[in-house]
């Protein structure tokens, strides 16, 4: 049905603004402006029996100020209108973002191809004469509103989409600056190639730069004992499995192999399921793990061998003790002298095995004071040249700065001479009964190592360290050798030709006196090893006054308290015969027993260290309360930290090394006896 406006223009505008009837649910919210009244309602009435909400403006002004408090989703807009006609409003519609997406149909009496074409370049979607078909009008307006409200949603979506498109490439930019700064090496793998590497994963693999990576296959970084199982762990993570954290070996280009950390996840990228493969370096962990593993290793071992030294040195003790109380007795040209000789040396040989073996389990007492290493590498160097004879050069290298370190100078010789003695057998590759001889090189310096290398040492004392280092020219070691090179009857010499205990003996010396020793060497490239003392700074050390021995007997009363039965009475029998009142007892309890029973008037306590139930320590504390002028004098060969040699050295107690002479034994109870009233004290 065609409807007719009424008259195009009206005597004066209505500057108001009107709704619809319809609530806001309708099918849509229309603007109608027209200055002519019978127009606006026509609109009005024909819009809202549609289900339409409709608002109304009579000018161009109160257009413009309705479209701004509440844009609706279409505009009817007249073109002759008095004021702002429907062009400048259309114009003016179309300049606010807000409103220039919302369509605008121009209302026209008469509109000529010219204002229709003006109208289409402001932006209007579509004309309508004022006499218009009611359906053709309302198909029109819904068509346009449809179109309107999927540009409106296709936009949404586009602008979802650039909103989404900013957030990932700001993601991606964390994640890569994130990525960037890692110290693990990150690597990102599409399709079973590495599509991504930090600049990290180029410092671990040796890469120039980490987009030499790019392009591989993940599995080719590891050794080819590794890529199979490498493979193996990605290929069951992207079939939607677990790949956990895992320990593997990398090749790089220079032939070097490096322990990592493995761990990796996937993530879906544009080309598809992707995984993200981590690898941390655990080199030096593993390192500080291997050498925890060793000194524990090293540890047991040397409770063992010190236990095993403790009671090995009572019989010893007693062998050669006895031995000598025998020899003694014999005169002069008995036959049985020479017998009693050979038992005499191979107790002294047995004593020195022993003494190694405390070496090694640190378990020996020290008497260390700080003195120049270099004075005592040239004290050593005359002795050493001897050793190793003419054949192998001998050189020593000592820095010119004082190297003061604290350590016993009998102990530290014998370190020299050990490893002189290992360097010498490295060298002596025979032919024809010929050494080819080699070099011998002794060197000291100072140094103040970095934190790394301390950190895989943290059991040695911080500051600068005296180093000597004896370096031979010898046949090497392999790293299997290595591993094992200070462990004690440790030998890769036939059998007959050494003990194993040089270099354990070495090992537990320098351990003992604070300092670490290592070894470095390779097949046929020579062999160095490197002692680290903490430095000290130069003090003038103690000399022993000059004069005679003190005479080893007197008529002083004793209290000898030995665990060991057989000691017990051998210590009774040569001090008895030194011409002491000796009392004997079991262990502590006893002793204790025999000061009360003795009435107090005991001069000398001597005790061994180790005994089960209160040990010596303990029961010389106890003693001074029934004697307290008493002495004491401590015996053991395994001292079982029960008294340090700092105690030995600064608080003035005494101490006698198991196994001892019986000539030993009197003359050191004769010389506690004698000494200063402070010292030998509890």
């Keep these: 049905m065609r409807i007719h406006s009424p ?27 027209d200055d002519t009244p019978e127009s606006v309602k026509l609109m009005e009435n024909t819009f809202s029996e549609a289900g339409y909400n409709v608002r109304t403006a009579t000018d161009g002004e109160l257009a413009l100020a309705s479209a701004a408090s509440a844009p609706p ?56 004469e004022k006499s218009f078909d009611r359906e053709e ?6 068509s346009h509103l449809k179109m309107s409200r999927l540009n ?61 990576l790019l392009g ?23 079939k939607g499995g677990k790949a956990p954290l895992t320990e593997a070996k990398i090749a790089r280009p220079d032939g070097t192999e490096l322990e990592v950390e493995v761990s990796a996840s996937t993530f879906d990228s544009p080309q598809g399921l992707a995984a993200q493969v981590v690898l941390r370096d655990i080199t030096a962990r593993k390192n500080i793990e291997a050498q925890l593993l060793q000194a524990q290793k090293m540890e047991t071992v040397g409770r063992l061998a010190g236990g095993v030294a403790h009671d090995f040195n009572n019989l010893v003790t007693a062998i050669n003790g006895y031995a000598r109380v025998v020899l003694d007795s014999l005169p002069a040209g008995d036959p049985r002298r020479p017998d009693m000789r050979e038992i005499l040396d191979a107790g002294e040989r047995a004593a020195q095995i022993t003494g190694q073996l405390l070496a090694f389990s640190r378990k020996q007492l020290l008497q ?56 010498r057998d490295a060298m002596a590759q025979f032919r024809e009964g010929k050494s080819r001889g080699g070099k011998l090189c002794i060197k000291t310096w100072l140094a103040d190592m970095p934190a790394a290398w301390r950190a895989e040492r943290p059991a040695l004392a911080g500051g600068p360290l005296v180093c000597v280092s004896v370096a031979d020219t010898g046949i090497g070691m392999g790293p299997q050798i290595l591993s094992r090179l200070f462990e004690p009857f440790f030998t890769t010499k036939p059998a007959g030709k050494g003990t194993g205990l040089g270099l354990s003996t070495a090992y537990g010396i320098i351990k003992q006196s604070g300092g670490e020793i290592t070894a470095e060497s390779v097949p046929g490239g020579g062999s160095v090893f490197n002692i680290y003392l903490p430095q000290f700074s130069a003090v003038i050390a103690r000399t022993p006054e000059a004069g005679c021995p003190p005479p080893a007997g007197g008529r002083e009363t004793l209290l000898f308290v030995e665990d060991e039965a057989t000691l017990l009475k051998l210590g009774r029998r040569v ?49 001074v309360k029934f004697c307290p002028g008493l002495r004491t004098l401590y015996m053991s060969g395994y001292t079982q930290e029960i008294i340090s040699s700092a105690e030995v050295e600064k608080e003035g107690k005494a101490f006698i090394q198991k196994p001892f002479s019986p000539d030993s034994l009197a003359l050191k109870v004769r010389q506690v006896l004698d000494s200063p009233a402070d010292r030998a004290r509890a």
């Design 137 to 142: 009008l309302l198909a029109r307006v819904e």
């Design 368 to 423: 260390p004071v700080v003195q120049d290493v270099n004075l005592l590498v040239e004290n050593s160097g005359g002795m050493i040249k001897r050793l190793i004879g003419e054949n192998i050069a001998f050189e020593l290298k000592l820095s010119q700065a004082p190297c003061f370190a604290k350590v016993d100078a009998a102990q530290f010789s014998q370190v020299l001479m050990n490893l002189a003695l290992n360097a």
């Design 575 to 623: 001090l008895t015969g030194c011409g002491y009142t000796v009392l004997t007892a079991p262990d502590g309890a006893a002793a204790l027993e025999a000061l009360r029973a003795h009435d107090h008037s005991v001069d000398l306590l001597i005790t061994d260290l180790v005994m089960p139930g209160m040990n010596g320590s303990e029961l010389a504390k106890a003693a």
């Design 152 to 212: 409106a949603r296709l936009e949404a979506e586009i602008e979802r989409h650039k909103i989404t498109e900013k957030l990932r490439l700001e993601s991606e930019e964390k994640y890569r600056a994130l990525v960037e700064l890692s110290p693990d090496a990150v690597f990102v793998s599409s399709g079973g190639r590495i599509t991504f590497a930090n600049r990290a994963a180029g410092k671990l693999l040796g890469a120039a730069a980490p987009e030499q």
């Design 7 to 33: 008259a195009l223009h009206r005597a004066r505008p209505l500057f108001v603004l009107r709704r619809g009837r319809k609530a806001m649910s309708g099918k849509g919210e229309i603007l109608v402006v």
């Design 216 to 238: 591989k296959a993940i599995w080719e970084l590891f050794t080819l004992s590794e890529q199979s199982r490498v493979r193996g762990s990605l290929d069951l993570l992207l």
């Design 73 to 128: 989703e279409l505009v009817l807009l007249d073109i002759r209108m008095p004021g702002l006609d429907g062009f400048e409003v259309c114009r003016r519609l179309k300049a606010l973002p807000e409103l220039r997406n919302i369509p605008v149909i121009f209302l026209s009496g008469l509109a000529e191809p010219l204002e229709r074409a003006e109208g289409l370049k402001l932006g209007a979607v579509d004309f309508v």
